[in-house]
């Protein structure tokens, strides 16, 4: 079955950087589109990056554009969020997602949390 298996989260103090790493199983990998979103406490889930199955086109939230990148291993089965310059306001439980290919498939999370 599909799994999606996030790792990488942590507590950084502003400014700083993390690696967000998904492990991906169970489905053609290569062939469909990552995402990552995020949720803070009570708010809604919101698209923080996605990209494209060959890695070529990515597109990202406005509050991250020029901060965070993501990429992809269709080697390894595993997509990546880096995230540098770190705000407080990036604190949040991060997901990694995909669409196989009308169903919904979501990591179990990884809690980023910023702060001095």
């Not at 489905?27 to 923080?48: D, H, I, N, P, T």
């Not at 089965?77 to 990694?96: F, G, I, R």
Request: charged share 15%; with cysteine; hydrophobic share 30%.
């Amino acid at each position: 079955q599909v799994q999606l298996v996030e790792s990488g989260g942590g507590l950084v103090q502003p400014g700083g950087s993390l690696r967000l790493s998904c492990a991906a199983s169970g489905f053609s990998f290569s062939s469909y589109a990552m995402s990552w979103y995020r949720q803070a406490l009570g708010k809604e889930r919101e698209l923080v990056a996605r990209i494209t199955s060959g890695g070529l086109s990515r597109n990202y939230g406005d509050s991250v554009k020029g901060r965070f990148t993501i990429s992809r291993d269709n080697a390894k089965n595993t997509v990546y969020l880096q995230m540098n310059s770190l705000k407080p306001e990036d604190s949040a439980v991060y997901y990694c997602h995909a669409l196989i290919p009308q169903t919904n498939y979501w990591g179990q999370g990884t809690q980023v949390t910023v702060s001095s």
